[in-house]
């Protein structure tokens, strides 16, 4: 009874949570706030013209920026702000990791528009044995994990390689040159770096390299505000600006490399780095309430966003409100069903995700019917998919839109936060723990999409997206946050589409995170109290969390840039031409 007038209120309140952008109907009656000005909103996206870039590091962004200025493109300035990030966001920015890259160029010279996904995340060795990652229980060992025999054959120079040779306009080496320049004279580092680089003393203690990266050479910690330079990784990228992607998957810094692997116990040679190709196909297009949305193939994780949002889209959503009971119940039961599908989600060579089927709207609405408003669903009372009927013949991210049209939506990563925390001798290079994403010591069923084997496609939770409204970009994002991105991405969606918040307040809204199975429901601070009961009611476990992803995002609107940090990351930044 206590919540009753609480309820009542709320529902009163719901139509402000529209935005400017609503069209549908008149206007809500709204108070003035007390300002001369009423703003509806309390977030507000950056605004620009000539092009923006939004990172997690507004060093970066703002590398990338200048590169639109002197008249690169988007894929130009995507280049350029990657290697930064491998200089000034060491724990998630990299040359040895991978990720996934949306590139949407738009039409020119006769040739039409296009959308295409660059996968060039990580692949297990052709040595890989089922047993490299196991320990004497049988199970996966995280030591082994967080070592050279954890790395999967890194993916980065070669994906950036493959965006600049087909859609780049300025020199590859001018792009890779303000990342050298930084690693040779040293970036001043922020409190945010300083602290969490200096958090990795345990963790990188039995490797002589990477603590000589990262520390001083009287083992203390580059305390805020000092320079920290890094020249081994300076001469590595002055090798790959003069080599392109040969400098890196041949010669010296591949054989320092194999060296590093070989001393730690990995298996990945100079022959895995040679072969290593990024795989580039078009990206998966679905829609959401008419708007059309680009997503990464797997081993990407777009297939299980769209699937949410097609299944979202069978329901009244913004009718319910958002932060309501009702909309956050819904949320939960959409997640639970993707986490029960994402078993189906894998790489070659072994196995094929049924992508068509996933992303399938006669499916989202088979699974839909299993979503109950009085009850939450659990490991034994939500069942299998079948999706096959439907079929047809710290990560980090960055956004950057120029004045032409075209859009790049970035993610990569090391895996975990600062990878394996190892670094190859002689390199500078970081290199990630990739390999652990694998479904170690599983056997039968469980797990088959995902099982070691030789050559083996790692995949990830990684999601880069592009929005379009009227044939152009319109909404170009994605996040970090491992096992979160997924959710993270779907509120991001639904907040802007659904409930008509803008580009930033849709950010900064606080989210929620359901995984599958009986797993707790998580809620982010903000959120108030009064709902938990209410949830629990329904049967979700519900449990407080640290914040959730970090989204940096563009909307386009007109020729005005739009830029939303998120602030859960506190160097985050958009970055504006103009």
């Known amino acids: 009874m206590r919540l009753a007038p609480w309820l009542a209120l709320a529902a009163l309140l719901t139509p402000l949570y529209a935005t400017a952008q609503e069209t549908e109907g008149a206007a809500p009656q709204r108070g003035t706030g007390g300002d001369i000005v009423a703003y509806d909103q309390i977030h507000k996206p950056s605004p620009a013209r000539g092009g923006m870039v939004v990172s997690q590091n507004?060093?970066?962004?703002?590398?990338?920026?200048?590169i639109l200025r002197k008249g690169g493109n988007a894929v130009d300035a995507a280049v350029a702000t990657a290697f930064a990030l491998a200089?000034?966001?060491?724990?998630a920015g990299n040359i040895g990791g991978g990720g996934y890259m949306l590139v949407h160029m738009t039409a020119k010279d006769g040739k039409p528009a296009q959308t295409i996904a660059i996968d060039y995340y990580g692949q297990a060795s052709r040595n890989t044995l089922p047993d490299l990652l196991l320990g004497?229980?049988?199970k996966f060992d995280a030591a082994k994990g967080y070592s050279m025999k954890g790395v999967a054959i890194p993916g980065t120079v070669a994906g950036l390689w493959e965006a600049h040779r087909r859609f780049g306009t300025l020199p590859w080496g001018t792009l890779i040159a303000p990342a050298i320049a930084m690693a040779s004279n040293g970036v001043i580092l922020s409190d945010d770096e300083a602290q969490a680089?200096?958090?990795?003393?345990?963790?990188?203690?039995?490797?002589p390299a990477a603590l000589a990266v990262f520390f001083k050479p009287d083992g203390k910690a580059y305390a805020p505000g000092e320079r920290w330079k890094q020249p081994d990784l300076a001469a590595t990228l002055k090798t790959i600006a003069a080599k392109g992607r040969d400098g890196f998957y041949l010669g010296l810094v591949a054989q320092h490399i194999a060296a590093g692997m070989k001393a730690g116990g990995g298996v990945i040679d100079a022959t895995d780095l040679a072969n290593y190709r990024p795989i580039v196909s078009n990206a998966i297009v679905s829609s959401y309430r008419g708007l059309p949305?680009?997503?990464?193939?797997?081993?990407?994780?777009?297939?299980?966003?769209?699937?949410?949002?097609?299944?979202l889209e069978t329901f009244q959503v913004r009718e319910q409100g958002w932060g309501s009971v009702a909309n956050l119940h819904l949320l939960s039961e959409t997640m639970k069903i993707v986490s029960a599908d994402r078993r189906l989600v894998g790489g070659g060579p072994d196995w094929k995700t049924p992508a068509i089927g996933l992303t399938s709207k006669r499916y989202a609405a088979e699974r839909a019917k299993l979503i109950r408003p009085d009850a939450s669903l659990g490991a034994k009372s939500l069942p299998d998919g079948n999706p096959y009927p439907h079929e047809s013949t710290d990560t980090t991210h960055f956004s950057i839109a120029d004045s032409a049209g075209n859009a790049v939506s970035n993610t990569y990563t090391l895996s975990a936060s600062y990878g394996a925390h190892v670094v190859a001798p002689g390199t500078g290079i970081l290199l990630n723990n990739s390999l652990g994403n694998l479904a170690w010591g599983h056997r039968g069923e469980e797990g088959k999409a995902t099982l070691p084997v030789p050559g083996k496609r790692v995949g990830s939770t990684i999601t880069p997206l592009i929005v379009f409204k009227n044939g152009k970009p319109w909404l170009v994002t994605g996040t970090p946050g491992g096992g979160y991105i997924i959710a993270t991405m779907v509120q991001m969606l639904s907040n802007v589409i659904d409930h008509r918040l803008n580009v930033a307040e849709a950010a900064e809204r606080p989210r929620i995170n359901q995984a599958g199975g009986d797993a707790?429901?998580?809620?982010e601070e903000g959120f108030s109290p009064d709902i938990v009961p209410l949830l629990v009611a329904k049967g979700h476990r519900v449990r407080p969390s640290n914040t959730m992803g970090s989204v940096q995002s563009i909307m386009i609107e007109g020729d005005t840039f739009l830029g939303s940090a998120d602030t859960r990351r506190p160097d985050a930044a958009a970055v504006g031409v103009k």
């Open 136 to 138: 004497a229980t049988g």
């Open 197 to 207: 680089n200096a958090e990795q003393e345990k963790a990188m203690s039995d490797d």
């Open 520 to 523: 707790p429901l998580e809620l």
């Open 293 to 311: 949305i680009a997503y990464m193939p797997p081993t990407a994780s777009g297939v299980s966003v769209a699937e949410a949002m097609n299944i």
């Open 87 to 91: 200089v000034t966001l060491p724990r």
């Open 58 to 66: 507004k060093i970066a962004a703002a590398v990338g920026a200048e």
